[in-house]
């Protein structure tokens, strides 16, 4: 199916507003579904105090993240995902 027949069964006379929905269509659909093998591994270096790190542009859903715990014998220990909303609270004191 082309782009054209897409517009016409949309009844769409806007080409960048058309191909726009689909890359978006696109997207929701690679990120419900598992990367058959199509996953990346992505390593980077954590800086102690710092809590945001950048991700790569290409990167649609995270399947895990591990770090490196050199206490107990080098090994990875996947960091659990937060389910509930986290708690944000402000810090009042001087």
Do not use: H
């Not at 954590?46 to 790569?56: A, H, M, S, V």
């Amino acid at each position: 199916m082309t782009v054209l027949e897409i517009m016409e069964r949309a009844n769409s006379r806007d080409t960048k507003l058309a191909i726009a929905w689909m890359k978006d269509a696109f997207n929701a659909i690679q990120s419900t579904q598992r990367a058959g093998g199509k996953a990346r591994v992505k390593k980077m270096a954590i800086t102690k105090g710092q809590r945001e790190y950048n991700l790569p542009a290409d990167c649609i859903s995270i399947k895990s993240i591990s770090v490196l715990d050199t206490d107990d014998d080098n090994k990875y220990k996947r960091i659990r995902r937060i389910i509930d909303t986290p708690v944000v609270t402000e810090d009042t004191s001087p």
